[in-house]
């Protein structure tokens, strides 16, 4: 007999019977990074024998894998996918995402789940609303825009520096229209309200530009689970693999984007893939655009990391030169708050 339960991960024995169940389903990155995002995990136990567990993070589902030896196929799947997702709108949670991988998209797919993206290792996929129509259809666009220039940038911006001003300003030059979508994810030091919000000051003044919350669709490689996946290297060929992918085939022919403006990165091997990612995928139909990033008075690369860690070592009057005014006045107004996130453990390394 069937029969669903919640699985306790903080045990010790039913972890490793969790973990060992998903490893011989070719399932095994099992990192505190990934594990410790986990808010419920649930299985389905025959004759005292895992054969079905899913996890949720937040509105994410992860680690779904079944066993199908001896039923009908696709039934326990059914179960346990549908269990999470009750669960989900019991908590009132209606928007729900999947990352998994390519072989099992069909099975999420009968269950009403939509694809907005794959690559060669998983897919990404969406059911409930609002989706990614909703979303779309509520950014702003200008008149004829299917015959103008228009370009995007994607930026996390944390927080907004006279480098990511100079990436919008050589955008801005060469297109009618510049979408800057900011990434949409609370793992930065100033938050994505906080970053949004900059970017649009600091770019207030330039006409033909329009920033746009980058909500559940353009997203950073930080927020991509990736539990099924052996390496970093794969980990970041995936990641950015479907969120070019997303935005090459939802995003950009909405809204008739021809060209994606990336600053050149000299320092983080992780992003100067991510720029590689984006030209492969994104070519033909939209041209990337390299601009070579901005230096100090110094002669060194303007960074947000640059500026995270003067806020750590409350060497703020070094932060003036290097930020727009709005960006400047928010860390100075704000110099107790965000000295205190860091004291609590937030990470400033990164992007």
């Known amino acids: 007999m069937n029969e669903i339960v919640e699985l306790n991960l903080h045990d010790s024995k039913v972890r490793l019977r969790w973990q060992n169940f998903l490893k011989s389903l070719d399932i095994s990155n099992f990192s505190d990074k990934e594990v410790e995002k986990i808010d419920k995990t649930l299985g389905i136990y025959e004759d005292n024998q895992l054969v079905a ?111 990511h001003r100079y990436l919008v300003e050589q955008a801005a030059c060469e297109s009618d229209y510049v979408y800057v979508f900011v990434v949409s994810t609370d793992l930065s030091l100033f938050t994505t309200v906080e970053r949004t919000s900059l970017v649009k000051a600091g770019t207030g003044d330039l006409e033909n530009v329009s920033v746009i919350n980058g909500n559940d669709y353009l997203v950073s490689y930080t927020t991509f689970p990736a539990y099924f996946l052996k390496s970093t290297d794969e980990e970041i060929e995936y990641q950015t693999t479907l969120d070019a992918q997303v935005f090459k085939t939802q995003i950009a022919p909405f809204l008739n984007i021809k060209k994606r403006f990336v600053g050149t990165e000299p320092l983080s091997k992780t992003t100067k893939k991510y720029n590689e990612v984006l030209k492969r ?66 990470n400033i390394n990164g992007n």
């Not at 680690?63 to 997702?85: D, E, H, M, P, W």
């Open 53 to 163: 567990t899913g996890s949720l993070a937040g509105n994410t589902l992860k680690y779904v894998g079944v066993c199908n030896k001896g039923v009908t196929q696709g039934s326990r799947f059914n179960t346990i996918v549908n269990a999470l997702v009750n669960y989900l709108f019991q908590n009132k949670i209606f928007h729900i995402f999947v990352f998994t991988k390519v072989k099992y998209s069909t099975s999420f797919q009968h269950l009403g789940f939509h694809e907005l993206a794959r690559s060669s290792e998983g897919t990404f996929l969406e059911t409930g609303t609002p989706g990614i129509q909703d979303f779309l259809a509520e950014i702003p666009q200008i008149s004829n825009q299917g015959q103008k220039r228009i370009s995007a940038i994607v930026m996390n911006a944390n927080p907004f520096t006279n480098g």
């Open 281 to 346: 995928e994104l070519s033909p139909e939209i041209q990337v655009v390299e601009i070579e990033r901005l230096k100090s008075k110094s002669q060194n690369f303007i960074t947000a990391t640059e500026v995270r860690h003067l806020i750590q070592e409350n060497r703020i009057t070094a932060i003036e030169s290097l930020v727009p005014a709005p960006t400047y006045q928010f860390i100075t107004d704000n110099q107790e708050q965000l000295s205190h996130r860091i004291q609590e453990g937030m």
